[in-house]
């Protein structure tokens, strides 16, 4: 298995720009998660799925939209990007049930 | 916001035991303590999680008090490699029927092991 992949690894937008965030995971888990962590700071939860079709808003979610039109995949989309969404994201998924929570790799975002 | 309390740094020689606590006093009975690591900006990685039984495994030993409202997670022999950020979360564990096994992460320890 390859676990949780995401795409790209690092982006530079300009303020205004639109981009996707991609994350996919090949162990056939329900629940899907975006966060992100800004300098020195825990992670904060952005968007979450618990399934193909359903998605729910974490703590930060101004600024973002989901999808979820398949258990592999859930994108994160910014349609105006702004300085203060320069962050690093993490995309991580865990079987309903199941203790263990996997994290991507992580995309590292500069907006300026 | 985070449910649990962590001392912002900790250092630790090569080969002795790391002890890393945290405060978790508002728990909840159906709440897991759960510690994961982050290591230089990589996504966090999964330790170990406990409910009221202290719990070991190849990576580390998890010790719960008895009023489950303080935990310590312990690296018994820490190595270089063992320099990360460490959170310690509380959260629902197992079948959480209907549950979204969300995880609120605090800003953890930032563990520095020294050689």
């Known amino acids: 298995n390859a676990g949780v992949t995401q795409t790209p690894k690092f982006r530079i937008l300009k303020i205004g720009q639109s981009m996707t965030l991609q994350c996919t995971q090949d162990?056939?888990?329900?629940?899907m998660y975006w966060y992100r962590q800004d300098p020195g700071m825990g992670l904060k939860l952005i968007y979450y799925?618990?399934?193909?079709?359903?998605?729910d808003k974490g703590e930060v979610p101004n600024g973002y939209n989901v999808s979820r039109s398949t258990t592999e995949d859930f994108p994160l989309r910014l349609e105006l990007a702004a300085p203060s969404q320069t962050s690093v994201y993490f995309c991580a998924s865990i079987l309903s049930g199941a203790d263990t929570q996997y994290f991507g790799p992580g995309t590292r975002l500069t907006v300026l | 916001d985070a449910k649990t309390t962590q001392p912002t740094s900790m250092d630790c020689a090569e080969g002795r035991a790391a002890n890393l606590p945290c405060n978790h006093s508002t728990i909840s009975g159906n709440e897991y303590v759960y510690w994961y690591r982050q290591i230089h900006s990589q996504g966090p990685q999964y330790i170990i999680h406990g409910l009221k039984n202290n719990e070991t495994n190849e990576m580390a030993s998890l010790i719960i008090t008895e009023d489950r409202k303080s935990s310590t997670l312990i690296l018994p022999h820490a190595t270089l490699r063992d320099t990360a950020v460490y959170y310690c979360?509380?959260?629902?564990?197992?079948?959480?029927?209907?549950?979204?096994?969300?995880?609120?992460f605090g800003k953890g320890t930032k563990l520095t092991v020294n050689p």
């Open positions: 799925s618990v399934g193909a079709g359903i998605t």
């Open positions: 162990m056939n888990h329900n629940y």
């Open positions: 979360i509380v959260r629902v564990g197992g079948i959480t029927q209907g549950g979204s096994e969300k995880l609120v």
